[in-house]
């Protein structure tokens, strides 16, 4: 059964503190997104990679987040440092370039106090 | 910049009692729109893509329709297990970016 894997599923830290978020696409799949969401806001797209390159990331504050894809099976998410407003569940997800649905892991729930 | 609108927020049907529903889109161009369903604590799960004004798609007690400006999912006889947040969503001519709306929470009581 294909799925997105994300670890790890919880996190607590404390401000300031580096924060790190792992995603394993389906394999197979070539587009991989990432998405944060609060009750606030809703879903939001944070960053989006194609082949492993980034093509959209616009959406992410770029002093404290950063975006990677060290290879076609890993896509990593940080933040550095973290604030209590970056609490939030952040979604993985990936597609393939020829379809345009696209299949979420299970999150990973980040709480900064 | 393209904008998604779901409507209402929350929903509460009694089991077996049909309903529908709404997700408005301004868009500058559509390359499809996207059903999900999410339950708390998990991730959104596709159910459709919809392509064009016209379409529908079906699943179990779900079907979903396309005009040019906005999108229907009708529950027909709903289940205390179709309990959820359905989430519709846009994506541009371009990208396989996806733009969510806020969600209608169902509430199917027995």
């Known amino acids: 059964d294909a799925r997105v894997t994300q670890t790890p599923r919880h996190k607590v830290t404390e401000m300031g503190q580096e924060v790190t978020m792992r995603c394993q696409p389906i394999?197979?799949?070539?587009?991989v997104f990432w998405y944060r969401q609060t009750m606030m806001q809703g879903l939001e797209l944070l960053a989006y990679?194609?082949?492993?390159?980034?093509?959209?990331d616009s959406g992410m504050p770029k002093d404290r987040f950063s975006a990677e894809m060290p290879d076609a099976t890993l896509a990593t998410l940080k933040i550095q440092p973290s604030e209590p407003r970056d609490s939030a569940v952040y979604f993985c997800a990936s597609g393939r370039q020829a379809n345009t649905e696209a299949f979420f892991g299970q999150g990973t729930r980040l709480t900064v106090v | 910049e393209d904008q998604v609108t779901q409507s209402p927020e929350a929903l509460r049907l009694q089991e077996g009692e049909s309903s529908s529903l709404n997700c408005s889109y301004t868009?500058?161009?559509?390359?499809?729109l996207f059903w999900y369903r999410q339950d708390p604590g998990k991730g959104p799960e596709f159910l459709f893509t919809?392509?064009?004004a016209g379409e529908e798609k079906e699943k179990e007690r779900l079907k979903a329709t396309l005009t040019k400006k906005e999108s229907f999912l009708h529950i027909t006889a709903p289940k205390p297990e179709d309990s959820a947040t359905y989430l519709c969503a846009v994506a541009p001519p371009a990208g396989n970016m996806l733009t969510f709306g806020g969600g209608t929470r169902l509430m199917v009581k027995p």
């Open positions: 394999l197979g799949h070539n587009t």
């Open positions: 919809l392509y064009s």
């Open positions: 868009v500058s161009g559509l390359r499809g």
């Open positions: 990679f194609r082949n492993r390159a980034p093509l959209d």
